[in-house]
């Protein structure tokens, strides 16, 4: 007698994360190693998160606060919510888990991109439901191909913007357009984790408003980007009280851990950090744009901390070689690689060895 598995988990495959700068430094016998392949913030964290987590080292034989009182508190009166519209998560990973054991059924369709944040795809296909995946358009989400994917089985629309991990961005005329046509009864997911990036004027920068208007909408945000708290596992999401009451159900009863709640809390407060962050984010997009021009390399716009570009040779190969220097980065597919934004010195690094390599 054999165990038996969900065959719906039969074709999955476990998330691969880069190796770690430790494995990297041993493997290649490297002192220095570089990681821009996850997009995290090159500036570290928040000092006042970090104080803050000192503050709580005396607690940690207590659970946390199962509800996120608090941080709950911080963020809806920061966006003007109530706080039966706020949900934090272990990060927005498992939110994108909770969302689909909230909604989704054997055979119900789900609208999403490729490519897109592959978690998507992942749990979709860990419920059973049934993806309909729309290629992007010039490396953009297609929102009218979506719209007409839609039929009397779809379920849920995934949507990222901007996205990761092309960097490129939907307008908030293109988002509304999309939302009055999709039927209420369909759940539209709007993950924001990299929002805070944006420099566009036609980004919907104000997008907390959708809610009013849309009860079928949830936002989802994260601490792991410009706030710099990636290794904590902390994110939220904001939606109706009907939605948010129903995801709660399926979470673990002490899902965000103390430090994550009292860092986040510093984080959001911490508006010069936010503002050194975004700043050397600029700075180091205006810098790669103008070098992969002067390469000749392709890249496509961004609106985040990362860049997906065409380094005209194989990625693999590309990362290989790059990882053997001392920079991981994230290969992508054909020839398309996908670089985060560093310090202005990882970037000029990052752009010297991709001359040695490309050349
Ligand atoms: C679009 C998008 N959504 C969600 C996540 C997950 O973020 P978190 O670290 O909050 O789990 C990421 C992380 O890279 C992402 O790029």
Request: net charge neutral; glycine share 4%; with cysteine.
């Amino acid at each position: 007698m054999n165990i038996q598995y969900r065959p719906q988990i039969k074709d999955l495959v476990p998330y691969k994360p880069g190796k770690p700068i430790e494995d990297v430094k041993k493997e290649y016998g490297l002192t220095e190693v570089i990681k821009l392949a996850s997009n995290e913030n090159p500036l570290g964290s928040s000092p006042k998160a970090q104080e803050a987590i000192r503050s709580i080292l005396g607690n940690l034989s207590l659970y946390p606060d199962g509800n996120c009182t608090d941080l709950k508190e911080v963020i809806a009166k920061k966006l003007n919510l109530s706080l039966v519209q706020v949900l934090p998560s272990s990060g927005s990973d498992e939110m994108v888990d909770q969302i689909a054991k909230t909604f989704l059924n054997n055979g119900d369709e789900v609208i999403l991109a490729d490519v897109t944040f592959p978690r998507y795809l992942t749990t979709t296909k860990m419920m059973g439901a049934i993806p309909i995946i729309i290629p992007l358009n010039d490396f953009t989400y297609d929102l009218d191909a979506m719209k007409k994917a839609i039929t009397s089985k779809t379920k849920l629309i995934w949507l990222c913007n901007p996205n990761n991990p092309t960097g490129t961005m939907f307008t908030e005329k293109t988002l509304i357009d999309f939302l009055d046509f999709v039927p209420k009864n369909i759940v539209v997911v709007y993950d924001e984790a990299y929002n805070e990036y944006v420099t566009r004027d036609d980004f919907p920068k104000d997008s907390i408003k959708l809610l009013g208007k849309y009860p079928n909408v949830l936002i989802m945000r994260t601490f792991s980007k410009i706030y710099g708290l990636a290794a904590l596992r902390v994110g939220y999401t904001l939606a109706s009280e009907e939605i948010i009451a129903n995801i709660n159900k399926t979470r673990g009863p002490f899902n965000v851990n103390t430090a994550a709640q009292v860092a986040a809390i510093a984080a959001l407060n911490d508006l010069d950090f936010l503002k050194r962050s975004y700043d050397v984010n600029f700075e180091g997009k205006e810098y790669l744009y103008s070098e992969f021009e002067e390469l000749g390399i392709w890249y496509a716009p961004s609106e985040t901390n990362h860049i997906f570009i065409d380094v005209k040779k194989d990625c693999q190969e590309v990362f290989r070689l790059l990882q053997q220097k001392g920079m991981i980065i994230r290969p992508m597919y054909k020839t398309y690689i996908r670089v985060s934004i560093g310090t202005m010195e990882q970037n000029k690094l990052f752009i010297s060895l991709l001359k040695e390599i490309i050349h």
